[in-house]
């Protein structure tokens, strides 16, 4: 997705003002329809052209306490790293994903062995 400047948007949000016309404006500066009606959007909302931040979404990418972590996972038994979600989240208060357990897991060097806890 091409990243547009703030004085093009500028320049595309006055020629849209004076022209009433969409469509002659897409064409001059070469943009979609969307992407016009999302400036227009912007404009509207926030009465600036500045693009909105982005929001953080999801569960975090890593664990915030790695040494609190350690001594979780060696003070809690069990057998599916899905199992230790709901404890992770009830323990520390944030949510985090399950590739997020895996990678720490194996990163601590437990593995499981078949049938059994690990450790």
Not at 16 to 21: A, L, N, Q, S, V
Not at 22 to 44: G, H, P, Q, Y
Not at 82 to 99: C, H, M, N, R
Request: with cysteine; proline share 5%; net charge positive.
């Amino acid at each position: 997705m091409p990243k547009y400047s703030l004085e093009i948007r500028k320049a595309a949000i006055q020629m849209y003002k004076k022209t009433d016309y969409k469509v002659a404006v897409c064409k001059e500066f070469n943009i979609s329809r969307v992407t016009l009606d999302a400036w227009i959007k912007l404009e509207e909302e926030t009465g600036d052209l500045l693009p909105k931040p982005a929001k953080n979404r999801g569960a975090p990418s890593h664990i915030k306490d790695w040494n609190e972590f350690q001594s979780f996972v060696k003070n809690t038994k069990f057998k599916n790293i899905s199992d230790l979600i709901p404890l992770f989240e009830q323990k520390f208060g944030y949510p985090v994903s399950y590739a997020v357990l895996v990678r720490s897991i194996h990163i601590l060097g437990l593995r499981r062995r078949r049938g059994r806890f690990y450790s």
